[in-house]
C-alpha cells in the first residue's frame, strides 16, 4: 500500500513562471491537505480538499495560487507567476473518507526553488 | 483558531542526554498528535494521544497528554543521534473546520 506520493520532488522555477505541484493520496483516502513550510519552521495550512470540492482555502494566497482535486488524478497545486517568496517546501498529506478526525500522513514534499 | 505553542525552539544535546519538549494551548483539543521530520523528508507521524492524563511509549520516547487536554509533552531517555530532527505536535484535521494546527516544532540535534 503505496504511501502519499508527490512530484516532482524538488523544482526550480524563474520568477513570472508556473510551479504545479502534484499528490497522489494513499488509496483509499479521499481528503486532501496542502502545507506550506519555511525552513526550521513548521507547516502552515494551505488548503483542504475532497475530491471535486474545496473545503476550506483559507491558508492559501487569494492571489496567483490554486488548488483542485479531480475525481480522477492526483491532486494539483498551482501557483502562477512564481516570485522569490514562494520559495519553500510544499507538503501534502491526505486521510481517509468519513471520519474527519483521522490522522493525516504526509507525502515526502516538493521543494520549490524560485530564481 | 487554535494555536499550538511548542517549546523550547532548538535544542542541542550530548548522546545519552534526556530531553523533554513541550506543546501547549490554551484551547482544548480532542486528540494531538506528535510527528517527527528529518531534513528533506516529511513529517513522520509518531503518536496520537486522545485521553486526558495519557501517557503513550515509544521505545525511549515517553508521550503524556496533560488532564485538561490543553498540552502534551514529549521526554526521550539517553537521546541518540538517529532522534535528530524536527519534533512537531500537531491538532487533528477536524479541529479547525479542516486544517491540522502545527506548532513551529522543535529542532533537536543530539551530538554523539
Known amino acids: 500500500n503505496a504511501g502519499v506520493m508527490q512530484n516532482p520532488r524538488h523544482l526550480v522555477r524563474r520568477r513570472g513562471q508556473e510551479a504545479r505541484l502534484r499528490c497522489s493520496p494513499m488509496?483509499?483516502?479521499?481528503?486532501v491537505y496542502w502545507y506550506r513550510q519555511l525552513p526550521e519552521e513548521g507547516l502552515k495550512f494551505m488548503v483542504y480538499?475532497?475530491?471535486?470540492?474545496?473545503?476550506?482555502e483559507s491558508g492559501m494566497p487569494k492571489e496567483r495560487f490554486s488548488a483542485e482535486f479531480p475525481k480522477e488524478g492526483p491532486s494539483i497545486l498551482r501557483i502562477q507567476q512564481v516570485v522569490r517568496g514562494d520559495s519553500a517546501a510544499y507538503f501534502c498529506?491526505?486521510?481517509?473518507?468519513?471520519?474527519?478526525?483521522?490522522?493525516?500522513?504526509f507525502g515526502p514534499g516538493t521543494r520549490l526553488l524560485v530564481l | 483558531t487554535q494555536l499550538l505553542e511548542q517549546s523550547p525552539q532548538f535544542l542541542s544535546i550530548q548522546e545519552g542526554e534526556n530531553l523533554t519538549v513541550y506543546c501547549n494551548s490554551s484551547?482544548?483539543?480532542?486528540?494531538l498528535q506528535w510527528y517527527r521530520q528529518e531534513p528533506g523528508e516529511g513529517p513522520v507521524l509518531l503518536v496520537t494521544?486522545?485521553?486526558?492524563?495519557e501517557v503513550k511509549k515509544l521505545k525511549r520516547l515517553t508521550f503524556q497528554f496533560g488532564d485538561a487536554r490543553k498540552d502534551s509533552s514529549l521526554h526521550i531517555t539517553a537521546a541518540q543521534p538517529g532522534d535528530t530532527g524536527l519534533y512537531l505536535c500537531a491538532g487533528p484535521p477536524g479541529t479547525n473546520a479542516g486544517k491540522s494546527t502545527f506548532g513551529d516544532g522543535t529542532t533537536l540535534t543530539v551530538k554523539p
Open positions: 484551547s482544548v483539543f480532542s486528540s
Open positions: 494521544v486522545v485521553t486526558g492524563g
Open positions: 498529506a491526505s486521510s481517509p473518507p468519513g471520519r474527519i478526525q483521522e490522522t493525516q500522513y
Open positions: 480538499l475532497q475530491k471535486e470540492n474545496i473545503i476550506d
Open positions: 488509496k483509499g483516502h479521499s481528503h
